[in-house]
């Protein structure tokens, strides 16, 4: 009796236990499907849409600060070697908390966001020694 009673839950045990298995595996497609899906998202570079969307209105759409606002604000060229030698970390920070009269974008942007822009800021000053190049 006692053998058969523990033969039964030996065997309730392992449908359960299967049952989880099951539950796991789903919980780690579903995962793992996630994982690709932002994966995806970070290959797209949200950069220059971000850009455009929050920072050209002051720096413009090049980065170069020729705009109105710019111009009265005296905002450097975001390609030009005083900025470019600024560390991520630095630009990051920038970005995060503003400086001045640069407003902060830390609530209102995802770091991968802000990640992406200062990609994007790199990017420029890769243009601007093309255009420079002899
Ligand atoms: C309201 C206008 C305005 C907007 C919008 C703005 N900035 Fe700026 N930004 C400035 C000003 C002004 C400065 C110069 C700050 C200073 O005096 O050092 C600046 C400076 C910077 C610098 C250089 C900082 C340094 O240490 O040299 C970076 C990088 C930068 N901005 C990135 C961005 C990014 C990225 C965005 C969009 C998310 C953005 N800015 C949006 C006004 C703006």
């Not at 899906?37 to 980065?63: N, Q, V």
């Not at 560390?87 to 942007?109: R, Y």
């Amino acid at each position: 009796m006692a053998g058969q009673a523990q033969l039964f839950v030996q065997g309730e045990f392992m449908a359960t236990s299967r049952k989880w298995v099951g539950k796991i595996t789903i919980a780690c497609a579903a995962l793992a499907s996630l994982a690709v899906l932002s994966a995806s998202a970070r290959a797209e570079d949200t950069g220059p849409a971000t850009f455009k969307a929050k920072c050209a209105l002051c720096h413009g759409p090049d980065g170069k600060g020729d705009t109105q606002v710019g111009k009265s604000l005296k905002i450097p060229d975001l390609g030009s070697a005083d900025v470019q030698k600024e560390s991520d970390a630095e630009l990051t920070t920038v970005i995060t908390n503003g400086k001045k009269q640069m407003p902060a974008f830390g609530k209102s942007l995802k770091s991968d966001q802000i990640m992406d822009l200062v990609v994007f800021i790199r990017s420029l000053a890769k243009k601007s020694a093309q255009r420079y190049a002899p």
